[in-house]
Nanobody, 119 residues
Framework: QVQLVESGGGLVQPGASLTLSCEAS????????MGWFRQAPGNERDLVAK???????NYTDSVKGRFTIFKGTRKNLVYLQMNNLKPEDTATYYC?????????????WGQGTQVTVSS
């Protein structure tokens, strides 16, 4: 069973930076894309950023210019660099891997890491 292990969350002040990381517990063949979602209490889980294996990234409008998603040097490792954090960025952040192997589509999710932005 593949697990996604996240780290890097915390409590920071507005304007600060954090970097989240997410890595699969073992090598996984066929990962097509990796991404980050977030969910605040009472809200749905929404996509924040996504990157394909070819390195094409896209972002939700509210984080463009502040967040950067990038792949690590090891396979199945992804980061989310978050700069100029705002209170509205407060949420639980989840990583997700999309896998397409021999026509079979599979999703993997991390357990979530809390990001709190408050003065």
């Amino acid at each position: 069973q593949v697990q996604l292990v996240e780290s890097g969350g915390g409590l920071v002040q507005p304007g600060a930076s954090l970097t989240l990381s997410c890595e699969a517990s073992r090598s996984v063949v066929g990962i097509a894309a990796m991404g980050w979602f977030r969910q605040a209490p009472g809200n749905e889980r929404d996509l924040v950023a996504k990157i394909t294996t070819r390195g094409i990234a896209n972002y939700t409008d509210s984080v463009k210019g502040r967040f950067t998603i990038f792949k690590g040097t090891r396979k199945n490792l992804v980061y989310l660099q978050m700069n100029n954090l705002k209170p509205e960025d407060t949420a639980t952040y989840y990583c997700r891997f999309w896998r397409n192997f021999q026509g079979i589509l599979t999703d993997y999710w991390g357990q979530g890491t809390q990001v709190t932005v408050s003065s």
